[in-house]
């Protein structure tokens, strides 16, 4: 009996396995997570200012940090809605984030930086004053270009409009649209980021719309299979 039920198990475990072994690629995000709260808590000083002219003509907008926080459930629905739909998708949706965010890591740890933007006190207060005020005392404005939040969120976008199940869907690339705008527009008018930060994630977000999207890497293979064929067949 003990026999049977380790025979069945190992069956359900190795179906488990083929079926959602994509989702390994997620062990990255702990990588992420450690690499970034080390360089949270290290860079806080002595770091290179951020500033564009800009930045002094775009007003604080509180309101904003409602599409700011919807964010962290707007990738995270990107990532779970291609992980359970489309495979090919899925990969070139953690392709093209881990990319990016790799790349921040980088940045940040060689060139440390930060910005002064944020007011120094509220002229008047309500929820969303206070739900910045308890942002800005967790997330510290350091470590800032490419900006995550608006790399991230051109990454989700561009794995909508990509998708073989929703490219067509016009609710849900409007929706998707709209949502990442607003998460742009929030990461300037919170001051949680200058326009550079914002410029530097759209030239990045361009390049690997390119490498993952643009690039038919099953093309690029062929040649090389083709002259790997020849060679064997003129032995």
Same mark, same amino acid.
């Not at 964010?71 to 990107?78: D, E, I, L, R, S």
């Not at 359970?84 to 990969?91: E, I, L, V």
């Not at 998707?176 to 930060?197: E, G, N, P, R, W």
């Given at each position: 009996?003990?026999?049977?039920?380790?025979?069945?198990?190992?069956?359900?475990?190795?179906?488990?396995?083929?079926?959602?072994?994509?989702?390994?690629?997620? $062990?990255?995000?702990?990588?992420?997570?450690?690499?970034?709260?080390?360089?949270?808590?290290?860079?806080?000083?002595?770091?290179? *200012?951020?500033?564009?002219?800009?930045?002094?003509? +775009?007003?604080?907008?509180?309101?904003? !940090? !409602?599409? %700011?926080?919807?964010?962290?459930?707007?990738?995270?629905?990107?990532? +779970?809605?291609?992980?359970?739909?489309?495979?090919?998708?899925?990969?070139?949706?953690?392709?093209? $984030?881990?990319?990016?965010?790799?790349?921040?890591? !980088?940045?940040?740890?060689?060139?440390?930086?930060?910005?002064?933007?944020?007011?120094? %006190?509220?002229?008047?207060?309500?929820?969303?004053?206070?739900?910045?005020?308890?942002?800005?005392?967790?997330?510290?404005?350091?470590?800032?270009?490419?900006? !995550?939040? *608006?790399?991230?969120?051109?990454? *989700?976008?561009?794995?909508?409009?990509?998708?073989?199940?929703?490219?067509?869907?016009?609710?849900?690339?409007?929706?998707?649209?709209?949502?990442?705008?607003?998460? +742009?527009?929030?990461?300037?008018? $919170?001051?949680?980021?200058?326009?550079?930060?914002?410029?530097?994630?759209?030239?990045?977000?361009?390049?690997?719309?390119?490498?993952?999207?643009?690039?038919?890497?099953?093309?690029?293979?062929?040649?090389?299979?083709?002259?790997?064929?020849?060679?064997?067949?003129?032995?």
């Amino acid at each position: 009996m003990l026999n049977r039920y380790c025979s069945r198990m190992k069956v359900w475990l190795t179906g488990f396995h083929e079926k959602y072994k994509h989702l390994y690629l997620l $062990l990255y995000f702990p990588i992420y997570l450690i690499w970034f709260s080390y360089i949270e808590k290290t860079v806080t000083t002595h770091f290179h *200012v951020v500033h564009v002219a800009l930045d002094d003509y +775009i007003p604080f907008c509180e309101y904003f !940090i !409602i599409p %700011y926080l919807l964010w962290f459930g707007y990738v995270a629905w990107g990532i +779970i809605y291609t992980a359970t739909h489309n495979k090919t998708d899925y990969c070139k949706l953690c392709a093209f $984030l881990f990319t990016g965010m790799t790349v921040f890591l !980088i940045v940040s740890t060689l060139y440390p930086n930060g910005h002064y933007l944020r007011p120094q %006190y509220f002229t008047h207060h309500n929820v969303f004053t206070s739900l910045c005020e308890w942002l800005w005392a967790t997330d510290t404005p350091t470590n800032l270009f490419p900006s !995550i939040h *608006v790399y991230n969120s051109l990454a *989700v976008h561009l794995a909508v409009t990509q998708s073989e199940d929703l490219k067509h869907n016009k609710t849900a690339r409007f929706l998707s649209f709209t949502l990442m705008v607003s998460i +742009i527009l929030a990461t300037m008018l $919170l001051k949680q980021h200058s326009v550079f930060d914002v410029v530097t994630a759209f030239l990045l977000a361009y390049l690997m719309y390119h490498i993952v999207y643009r690039r038919n890497w099953s093309k690029a293979s062929a040649p090389q299979k083709s002259r790997t064929k020849v060679r064997f067949e003129s032995e």
